[in-house]
């Protein structure tokens, strides 16, 4: 098992210097998946082929389904709206920017699914010709939203849906009203905190 997590560690690192030398990480990803599936079937026997028949593909074509959704949304004017929206607010102070923006795509991403809300997002940012820290700035708190606030609901992120689908199948049920009761109380304070020392992360050691 250490050596799996030993892996799949060496695999983050090679993702971040396959981006740094613009080598596409598509190819990090599916070289390390099937190196790891070849060591899953000569060690451990196991048949490549149970993945296909495990992967809960329904889960799958919703996200990409979502992807054509949003991208759709973006060409007919969704971004032009959010820049509109958003563009007097980000001008006015660094801290009410960070907020905003985590805050928005906490809530697009628990409505769209966090990856195709990020995408728009970076659209957004992108559109408005920031000041370079305060870009980073706001696209670190699009993570923020997307990677923590998108937890609010079980169709936030993929992992949560296939987490989900797997205890499912292994007959562990946890209802929406269960996983509610807990996120609801933790999410938007984990997000606003984290957003807050996000700013101040900035203030003290960038300005």
């Known amino acids: 098992m250490l050596s799996v997590f030993a892996f799949i560690f060496l695999v983050r690192i090679l993702l971040f210097v396959a981006s740094y030398y613009s080598i596409p ?11 790891l599936l070849s060591w899953r079937w000569i060690y451990l026997k196991v048949n490549p082929v149970d993945v296909l028949k495990k992967t809960p593909w329904d889960i799958f074509i919703f996200a990409y389904a979502m992807y054509i959704v949003v991208y759709g949304l973006h060409n007919i004017g969704l971004t032009s709206f959010l ?11 660094l801290f009410t920017a960070s907020i905003t923006m985590g805050s928005l795509l906490s809530v697009m991403s628990n409505i769209f699914n966090n990856h195709p809300a990020l995408m728009i997002g970076t659209f957004t ?33 993929l992992a949560t849906l296939i987490w989900m689908h797997i205890l499912k199948r292994n007959k ?7 996983y509610l009761k807990v996120t609801i109380r933790v999410i ?11 700013y101040l992360w900035i203030e003290i050691f960038f300005y």
């Open 25 to 35: 990480i598509s190819i990090v990803s599916v070289t390390s998946s099937l190196l």
């Open 83 to 93: 820049i509109q929206l958003v563009e007097p607010i980000i001008g006015d102070h």
């Open 125 to 157: 940012l992108t559109e408005m010709h920031l000041d370079p820290v305060v870009l980073k700035t706001l696209y670190l708190a699009n993570i923020i939203g997307s990677d923590i606030g998108a937890l609010l609901f079980p169709t936030g992120t």
């Open 172 to 178: 562990i049920n946890i209802s929406w009203g269960q």
């Open 188 to 198: 938007p304070i984990t997000v606003i905190f984290t957003l807050v020392v996000l």
